[in-house]
């Protein structure tokens, strides 16, 4: 038997690239959902809520199918970088984070809005941030503009040239989508993938 429809609750350009390398049929839908974190809210429960409250979003629109949500959240000592959404801000993100170590938090769900299953988890990586000068940082804003981006930090374009290093389970992570989890997640809903 066929497994249901797989859609992907997101927009984002890199996250439906690194869907697309699993070789399945998708589409992608924009979520409509505030991302704002909660008072109090950590970092990790934020980027957990918020891939799970994607991917219900689309789930009214689709209800028979395998719906994939995922949000990233980026901290440092407490303080949370979410999209920095302009330039003074996004400047000021990575200029607060070199020099540093940031754990990049994000939260994956696939939802099946068939039987109501619901898989989430969370996927870290840390990120060592070069000492990077403030010339650099200009340049690199004006190159890549990633005000859209969890701490200003683009690293599937020229954002790795401001990375010292990386650690974590799952290098796609980082770029938005851990397909290392999130084949396992496909596998339990009975989806082949090889």
């Known amino acids: 038997m066929p497994h249901p429809p797989l ?3 997101s927009t ?3 996250r439906r690239e690194l869907l697309a390398r699993l070789n399945l049929p998708f589409t992608a839908v924009a979520p409509d959902v505030d991302e704002s974190p909660l008072p109090g809210e950590l970092p990790e429960q934020t ?4 891939s799970e409250k994607k991917a219900r979003a689309v789930a009214a629109l689709h209800p028979n199918a395998l719906i994939i949500g995922s ?7 407490g303080e949370i970088f979410g999209k920095p959404g302009d330039h003074p801000r996004a400047a000021a993100q990575l200029q607060r984070m070199r020099g540093k170590t940031v754990n990049f938090y994000t939260g994956l769900c696939l939802y099946n809005s068939r039987t109501g299953a619901s898989h989430l ?6 990120v060592t941030f070069r000492h ?3 010339d650099e940082i200009e340049r690199y804003l004006k190159a890549e503009t990633p ?3 969890a701490g200003s930090a683009k690293c599937e374009g020229l954002g790795i040239a401001l990375i010292a290093r990386m650690e974590g389970p799952d290098p796609n992570a980082l770029i938005g989508l851990p397909l ?3 084949c396992d997640m496909l596998r339990a809903e009975s989806v082949q993938i090889l």
């Open 12 to 14: 984002s350009p890199f």
């Open 147 to 149: 005000y859209n981006c």
């Open 180 to 182: 290392i989890a999130l």
């Open 121 to 126: 988890q969370g996927i870290p990586t840390l």
């Open 132 to 134: 990077v000068s403030d």
């Open 71 to 77: 949000d990233q959240v980026a901290s440092l000592e």
């Open 7 to 9: 859609v992907l609750a």
């Open 47 to 50: 980027a957990l809520r918020l």
